[in-house]
């Protein structure tokens, strides 16, 4: 079992910063994906950018350009650097752990919301 715990999240307003963290309890850390995925209400959990141990991204398209993620394998750590802010990236963003090697294994955080003021 992987514990993920998010912190970072809040108010802020529109244009404005914001990053998030996401802290792994594994000494595996660098054999998972990590990512944040976000999820708003009444629609479905996006994906908002992966990482892969080796440190490949992959974004969404709607936040090409100002986010970025990042992880620090020996701090276990997984981050999500939110610049120029909009009301539509309100949500309730998740962090994410995925491998794959005998059996698949999936792990979520709790969730840190963040909401962006006009």
């Known amino acids: 079992q992987v514990q993920l715990v998010e912190s970072g999240g809040g108010l802020v307003q529109f244009g404005g910063s914001l990053r998030l963290s996401c802290a792994a309890s594994t000494s595996r850390f660098s054999t998972y994906s990590m990512g944040w995925y976000r999820q708003a209400p009444g629609k479905q959990r996006d994906m908002v950018a992966v990482i892969t141990g080796g440190g490949d991204t992959n974004y969404a398209d709607s936040v090409k350009g100002r986010f970025i993620i990042s992880r620090d394998n020996a701090k276990n750590m997984v981050y999500l650097q939110m610049n120029d802010l909009r009301p539509d990236d309100s949500a309730v963003y998740y962090c994410?752990?995925?491998?794959?090697?005998?059996?698949?294994?999936?792990?979520w955080g709790q969730g840190t919301q963040v909401t962006v003021s006009l």
């Open positions: 994410h752990a995925a491998r794959h090697m005998i059996l698949r294994e999936d792990y």
